[in-house]
T-cell receptor, first 111, second 117 residues
Framework: DAKTTQPNSMESNEEEPVHLPCNHS???????IHWYRQLPSQGPEYVIH???SNVNNRMASLAIAEDRKSSTLILHRATLRDAAVYYC????????????FGKGTKLSVIP | GAVVSQHPSWVICKSGTSVKIECRSL??????MFWYRQFPKQSLMLMAT?????????EQGVEKDKFLINHASLTLSTLTVTSAHPEDSSFYIC?????????????FGPGTRLTVL
């Protein structure tokens, strides 16, 4: 499986934008870039995913580099509720894909 | 959105006993369910993939006779930890996916915390 590299931790002030980077230099042409997050003592939740074009949804934006070797998850205004571990995962876009979780980035939000 | 529940949310058992954890998709039919395990301060590790009506596919290093998975219906999968020992204490999380529910997204349950004394 192609691997991703993320910083171990990041901090952000509340109500400021947050840019969470992810490197995936060995991504294949069919790999989607998925982002999930896990709040403390909870199961992960889906954030966003994309293939080549930048994506926006109600939770976040995903900016994908032109060569697809890196991507950035953007939270436009961090709230305390956004404090979580964010996982960048490569995988098929099909319905039954397996997710291989790395260590992720622990985001702390400072009031 | 699609909801996945787990029961129980936490369980404490004695060493040597068996524990069953249920994973239900509440508002959609899950063609595939996954079971993960997460030790403290570590990431999730996939244990097995389960398709309704067929045998689960276990990841390397996961004992299929110790972690019994049954996916008897499109809304229910169970994980039974047999002869549990303290090293099996962990956070067990299931997820479900369905083409109808949204094929590019997995829906995770809230997790079950197992403590084996």
């Amino acid at each position: 499986d192609a691997k991703t590299t993320q910083p171990n931790s990041m901090e952000s002030n509340e109500e400021e934008p947050v840019h969470l980077p992810c490197n995936h230099s060995t991504i294949s042409g069919t790999d989607y870039i998925h982002w999930y997050r896990q709040l403390p003592s909870q199961g992960p939740e889906y954030v966003i995913h994309g293939l080549t074009s930048n994506v926006n949804n109600r939770m976040a934006s995903l900016a994908i580099a032109e060569d697809r070797k890196s991507s950035t998850l953007i939270l436009h205004r961090a709230t305390l509720r956004d404090a979580a571990v964010y996982y960048c995962i490569l995988g098929s876009g099909a319905g039954s894909y397996q997710l291989t979780f790395g260590k992720g980035t622990k985001l702390s939000v400072i009031p | 959105g699609a909801v996945v529940s787990q029961h129980p949310s936490w369980v404490i058992c004695k060493s040597g006993t068996s524990v069953k954890i249920e994973c239900r998709s509440l508002d959609f039919q899950a063609t595939t369910m996954f079971w993960y395990r997460q030790f403290p301060k570590q990431s999730l590790m996939l244990m097995a993939t389960s398709n309704e009506g067929s045998k689960a596919t276990y990841e390397q290093g996961v004992e299929k006779d110790k972690f019994l998975i049954n996916h008897a219906s499109l809304t229910l999968s169970t994980l039974t930890v047999t002869s549990a020992h303290p090293e099996d204490s962990s956070f067990y999380i299931c997820s479900a996916t369905s083409v109808v529910a949204g094929e590019d997204e997995q829906f995770f349950g809230p997790g079950t915390r197992l403590t084996v004394l």
